[in-house]
């Protein structure tokens, strides 16, 4: 764990849309490529999205077109929007800097449940 402190998340109907919200150290996060994996029933985080000191956003071809992330620099924070929903969706989502290792920067997860 690092001092990336996160918000959003929830419960949501299938089809539902959450957004995730990550907050870095005053004049840090921005020197940061910031991205956003999960973790679902295995311990095994799941690479989502990042997006670059520069803006430029990259995806997994799993969630593409269904996410978005995004970065506000001026407030040192950083987004995932999440469309369409799906049961499978569920898991603890984490931000985190690159290259997401032991020495990385991480927040405390946030629980994502997409259930009828």
């Known amino acids: 764990q690092g001092p990336l402190v996160q918000s959003g998340g929830g419960e949501v109907q299938p089809g539902g849309s959450l957004t995730l919200s990550c907050a870095g150290p005053e004049n840090t996060l921005k020197f940061y490529t910031v991205g956003w994996h999960r973790q679902g029933q295995g311990n095994q985080r799941q690479w989502i999205a990042h997006v670059g000191v520069d803006g430029t956003p990259s995806y997994a071809e799993a969630w593409r077109g269904r996410f978005t992330v995004w970065r506000d620099n001026a407030n040192e924070m950083v987004f995932l929007r999440m469309n369409n929903l799906q049961p499978s969706d569920t898991g603890l989502y984490y931000c985190?800097?690159?290259?997401?290792?032991?020495?990385?920067?991480w927040g405390q997860g946030t629980q994502v449940t997409v259930s009828s």
């Open positions: 985190g800097t690159a290259p997401y290792g032991l020495t990385s920067w």
